[in-house]
């Protein structure tokens, strides 16, 4: 996870945006070289978000930042633009060369941060379709950190996963509370065992590291890693190269069956 750099016009913006690029870029490389597999670029530094929609300035700097990690890495790039512009980041997506967007309120109404979120997968994917863009991967985060889901507390989290895989989602990811809590690995399990084997991808979308990741292991296709990559453990902070190294290995060591 790449946390791109407050954007113009954000309160906490103090980077031109060539500065920003250099960031993301610089930490774009570190990352494949490290031996990751794929790297997902978040405005993480805009707080506070804005609720599904975020202005044209926001959209060009994420591609702009897409564009340019495009060209310096060969792994997959994903976006995800907070909070919840599923259809900007599909916009960026498109114009960037990313292959695949991490989507928050996809199916079912939640409670975020940021206020009332209803679904968008109907407009969403009826959007990608009319860009031509249905190369572009939809990973979709149910019963998503940061949120309250009190209003669907009678439906499961196999069940949402099941609603998102209806609903042509192409993979799930299931999150702690917060950003950096690791999540429960009966969701894990859970989310994995309630879809048809091979339709869709499980992701786990928080708190991983070297300690837990062979918890979740045998439960899911792909970790997404972000906070526990940064010095001390805090996500704002720039990357720790010995805490990429050290991941890199839990993971190799998991794939060798060690």
């Known amino acids: 996870m790449v946390h791109v750099h407050a954007l113009p016009g954000t309160p906490h913006n103090n980077k031109t945006v060539q500065q920003i690029i250099d960031i993301a ?27 599904r929609e975020v202005g044209p300035e926001i959209v060009a700097c994420m591609t702009a930042v897409c564009a340019a990690v495009h060209h310096a890495v060969h792994i997959p790039i994903g976006i995800q633009v907070l909070a919840g512009a599923n259809r900007a980041a599909l916009a960026v997506a498109q114009a960037g060369g ?108 928080s708190g991983v590291t070297p300690a837990n990741l062979s918890d979740v292991w045998p439960h899911a296709d792909a970790f997404i890693v972000g906070t526990y990559l940064k010095v001390a453990g805090q996500w704002e902070n720039p990357l720790d190269p010995e805490r990429l190294d050290l991941m890199v290995a839990a993971a190799r060591r998991l794939r060798k069956g060690a």
């Open 98 to 205: 990313a292959s695949f967007c991490r989507c928050e309120g996809f199916v079912f109404a939640h409670v975020a941060d940021e206020g009332m979120m209803n679904s968008d997968a109907g407009m969403l994917l009826r959007y990608r379709r009319q860009i031509g863009a249905d190369n572009i991967a939809i990973y979709a985060d149910i019963k998503k950190k940061h949120s309250a889901h009190a209003i669907t507390a009678d439906v499961s989290i196999a069940e949402t996963a099941k609603a998102a895989h209806f609903f042509n989602a192409d993979g799930v990811i299931v999150t702690g509370v917060a950003t950096g809590d690791p999540c429960s690995v009966d969701d894990v399990r859970n989310t994995s065992q309630a879809l048809p084997q091979g339709a869709m991808k499980t992701l786990v979308g």
């Open 25 to 51: 870029v610089s930490e774009s490389v570190a990352l494949e070289r490290a031996g990751f597999d794929a790297i997902i670029l978040e405005n993480m530094h805009d707080t506070p978000y804005l609720n």
